[in-house]
């Protein structure tokens, strides 16, 4: 398989609600270093909206009046399909609920359909909740060993039982919905719906939602929050009267300068021949049928 990385979590996963960023502490939820398979670092810190309640519930009332855009079911599908061409090499995203290794970028071990890391605190932070959900399972006895090894690269406490451990309980419906869940709640929902009160539609929400699972829900300057910051430096976004293609080209650029600033020989095709292709096609609502490639191989949905 080929992967993109781990994925940074914000240790307190809150879904953003407008458009304002409030900085707390001092994160970094940078990309990671590898050419090709990138990931990226836990953040030490958390997004946080600086709204009312009566504001937030305004932007609910908004939401719900939109379109469902990517939260759609096909849409969403589609979404997961076109993740996964970047993280697994596969359309079938469903197969990599039991994926698990270390892939050596510095994260430990990499699981699961979104890159879950022990070294980055999102497959910790699943593992607790599943378990709190379901106190029996075969991973519970490794939370101990999770909890040392949050932040590093380290195994121990782990080998050799974790792997398979791992792989057996993907078999069960509970832990693939547990994943889902996570994901979710961590990556998809946030980002959908900060896209939505930016003014952007089906495939802005995409390449949000996407920069969300790469470069994770940081607030540094290479985390989701901050890389969003740069570009509404550079441009107005659609609900700020802005051009929904010119916001996105540069929130675009500046993902990219983000994968190739530790390593300019980093793969970014992802962008490159997939979601700017999209853009530059005009398919701001990300109909199909598609077409596009990454890592040079080329995928298709009708």
Same mark, same amino acid.
């Given at each position: 398989m080929k992967r993109a990385g781990?994925?940074?979590l914000s240790f307190l996963a809150v879904a953003p609600l407008a458009t304002a960023v409030v900085f707390l502490l001092s994160p970094d939820g940078g990309s990671g270093?590898?050419?090709a398979i990138p990931?990226?670092?836990?953040?030490?810190?958390?997004?946080? *909206?600086?709204?009312?309640?009566?504001?937030? %519930?305004?932007? =609910? $009332?908004?939401?719900?009046?939109l379109p469902p855009g990517l939260a759609a079911p096909a849409s969403k599908e589609l979404a997961q399909q076109i993740v996964a061409s970047a993280e697994n090499s596969t359309l079938n995203w469903r197969s990599a609920y039991g994926y698990i290794e270390d892939i050596d970028d510095g994260q430990g071990y990499t699981a699961g359909i979104i890159g879950f890391c022990t070294g980055t605190h999102d497959l910790l932070t699943l593992v607790e909740r599943y378990t709190?959900?379901? #106190?029996?399972?075969?991973?519970?006895?490794?939370?101990?060993?999770?909890? $040392?090894?949050d932040g590093t690269d380290s195994h121990k406490g782990l080998d050799p039982g974790f792997?398979?451990?791992?792989?057996?309980?993907?078999? %069960? $419906?509970?832990?693939? *919905?547990?994943? =889902?869940?996570?994901?979710?709640?961590?990556y998809f929902n946030p980002a959908v719906r900060l896209a939505k009160l930016d003014g952007l539609g089906t495939l802005g929400q995409f390449i949000y939602y996407d920069a969300m699972v790469l470069h994770g829900p940081g607030i540094g300057p290479n985390g989701f929050y901050?890389?969003?910051?740069?570009?509404? %430096?550079?441009? *107005? !976004? #659609?609900?700020?009267?802005g051009k929904e293609k010119a916001?996105?080209? &540069?929130?675009?650029?500046?993902?990219? $300068?983000?994968?190739?600033?530790?390593?300019?020989?980093?793969? !970014?095709?992802? &962008?490159?021949?997939?979601?700017?292709?999209?853009?530059?096609d005009g398919n701001l609502s990300l109909k199909t049928p598609l077409t596009w490639q990454v890592y040079g191989e080329t995928y298709r949905v009708p």
């Open positions: 781990c994925l940074a270093d590898s050419p990931s990226a670092s836990a953040s030490t810190g958390s997004y946080s *909206d600086g709204k009312s309640a009566s504001e937030r %519930k305004a932007d =609910d $009332k908004l939401i719900a009046s709190k959900a379901h #106190p029996d399972n075969g991973l519970a006895r490794y939370l101990p060993a999770l909890r $040392k090894v792997t398979a451990a791992w792989k057996a309980e993907a078999t %069960k $419906k509970a832990f693939r *919905d547990a994943q =889902d869940e996570e994901r979710d709640r961590v901050g890389l969003r910051e740069r570009a509404m %430096k550079e441009a *107005d !976004t #659609p609900s700020q009267g916001y996105l080209d &540069i929130f675009l650029d500046i993902r990219r $300068k983000a994968m190739k600033s530790k390593n300019p020989d980093r793969d !970014t095709t992802r &962008i490159d021949t997939a979601q700017r292709q999209f853009l530059y």
